[in-house]
């Protein structure tokens, strides 16, 4: 089934999105982490479209060359839910499944936590809730997995990237959605996630409210970057149908080595609402 190119426009940004899957079909809003664009779901769509679904994968504020604002803060987590509710009212689509991978999932927690009336069900990847993240950071080894953002909040954090053609980027990301970023301009708009929500009071910038939809947690055994405990304990501030997966054998790049789990996992959450 083809993909659609489309640029939409939200407020004075532009956003570069790709849509498929049959027509009136139920959608699925999926969002992309750092450091991939929306081309992290290609082994996804597919699937999704098979099992009778939509899908709406836009390149997100700071990806989309037309969505880059200078300010650091326009990039704290408010306005990218809100990205995503003017991509959803550009559609016509008063309300949608949400999926979202590594910075893309918390996007997706603030989606279903401030807009409820918006997701009908959501399937969050490898980052947790941000109440579960807060509690493991205290209680787990979660603080010393999280340390790597204190480099990304460094005003030289895009020189060490892009050093050696960017060989810790490419290095990093299995798959070729990393690409745009070794382009300075748009590194630091997707460093600016970080530098918005990682730097002042991170705690207002990251309270969300507990999740009325139902939601699936899928999370990765192997991940580096994120544990169990906060994956597993986002159940607490789940106030639906809550169902947490361990992907036995996966590291962090679910949408990418575990395509075919994640395809499978939104099937069936779809289903189940």
Known sequence: MSIEHRTLTVGDLQFDVRIGGPDKAPSVLLLHGFPTTGA???GVVGRLHDSGLRTIVPDQRGYSPGAR????AAYEL???ASDAIGILDALGIGYTMVVGHDFGSLVAWHLAGHHPDRVTGLVAVSVGHPSAISTSLAASDQRERS???LDFVKPD????????DAKMLREL???DSVLPLTERPALTAALNWYRANFTGDIKAHLSCPPIEAPTTMLWGDQDFALGREQAEGSGRYVYSDYRFAALEGVDHWVPQNAAAAL???VALRSAVW
């Open 78 to 80: 408010r306005h990218l």
């Open 69 to 72: 604002p200078d300010d650091v």
């Open 147 to 149: 340390s790597y953002i």
């Open 263 to 265: 395809a499978s996992e």
């Open 157 to 164: 954090a895009e020189d060490t990237m892009l050093a050696d």
């Open 40 to 42: 992290c779901f290609d």
């Open 173 to 175: 990301v299995p798959d």
